[in-house]
């Protein structure tokens, strides 16, 4: 039983982050395990896959699931994505629902604790995040806020905590009262694992985190990303390899597209060294990204291209 002992007090689960979008369930996510796993951004919505980052520990394995941000959807990608959310409830060992600290608790965050008292039976860890943006009032008077959220709508939560994934404040405690929360038994991923996102989603993730810097509103939520070759260059030296990354970036509309690719295509040159950069970092070999801007027209609405993008 790797990192357990003899008596069986190794523990491992799963934990689901869940919160509106923006609440710094990615950032926190990547605290947690110690090293990007997820990507992340001041736009909402930003993460749309459940993705694991995997915590390890001698005493314990924390599986730490980030999902999408739950929200009114407008489309038919918004209404899967929050489908995605509330499947992985049901499949995880403890819930942890994110409220940043520096905004009121409002109608986002009861609309997800309601839904979370009806359909999820796990424990469930308030966990207030961005606590590094506000003073001790503040935070005081939040803490307050989330507890009373609980009182109203019938969730004992097992644990409130504040943390700044920023600052790293009591992001180990978070870790060792999330532990606590799980079932004993044997670790679920090899040693070293750090998530079981596939290199070719990661490296799509990544060059999406590149493009959404600095977008207009609008923009975020049209972007999407598919890795579609990622190849050893042949007749490399083993000592000087080359991993040749093809991609291409979706947009709905053309005027989209002028905007990925800028003036003469300064911007598009500015994502790809960005993300270049993150992807080697990631993988940990050179690599040469070859990326391609396209439009498919209203993709967040149709079924047949959701499928094709890998929704």
């Known amino acids: 039983m790797p990192g357990g002992d003899p008596q069986g007090s190794h523990r491992a689960g799963f934990v689901c982050l869940v ?3 923006n609440a710094g369930k990615s950032t926190l996510t990547n605290a947690l395990v110690g090293h990007k796993v997820a990507i992340t951004s001041s736009r909402p919505q930003t993460t749309r896959h459940a993705i694991r980052g995997i915590v390890h520990r001698p005493d314990a394995q924390l599986v730490l699931v980030d999902t999408p941000g739950v929200h009114r959807p ?6 899967r994505l929050n489908e995605l959310v509330r499947d992985t409830w049901a499949e995880v060992d403890v819930v942890g629902l994110c409220v940043p600290a520096d905004a009121p608790v409002g ?5 997800i604790a309601t839904e979370l008292a009806r359909q999820s039976r796990a424990p469930k860890v308030a966990i207030v995040t961005k606590t590094d943006l506000v003073g001790r ?5 939040q803490l307050a806020a989330v507890a009373s959220l609980g009182e109203q709508l019938g969730i004992d939560w097992a644990e409130v905590v504040p943390v700044s994934a920023v600052s790293g404040a009591q992001v180990d405690l978070l870790a060792d009262l999330l ?23 990661m490296v799509a993730e990544l060059v999406r985190e590149a493009a959404l810097d600095g977008v207009r509103d609008e923009l975020p939520h049209s972007l999407a990303v598919v890795v579609e070759e990622m190849a050893p260059r042949p007749g490399r030296a083993a000592e000087h390899p080359l991993l040749d990354v093809r991609v291409e970036v979706y947009v709905e509309r053309a005027s989209q597209k002028g905007i990925i690719i800028g003036a003469g295509g300064s911007r598009l040159r500015e994502v790809g060294t ?12 050179p ?12 993709w967040q609405r149709d079924p047949k291209q959701l499928r094709r993008l890998g929704f």
């Open 137 to 141: 009032d503040r935070l005081i008077a």
């Open 74 to 79: 407008r489309t038919l990608l918004g209404e």
């Open 287 to 298: 690599v040469f990204l070859d990326l391609h801007v396209r439009v498919a027209k209203d």
């Open 179 to 201: 532990v606590a929360l799980l079932p004993t038994g044997p670790a679920l991923y090899p040693a070293g694992e750090l998530s079981d996102s596939p290199d070719h989603v």
């Open 274 to 285: 960005r993300a270049r950069e993150q992807i080697e970092a990631y993988l940990g070999t």
């Open 19 to 21: 919160g509106r979008p």
């Open 107 to 111: 109608v986002g965050d009861r609309f």
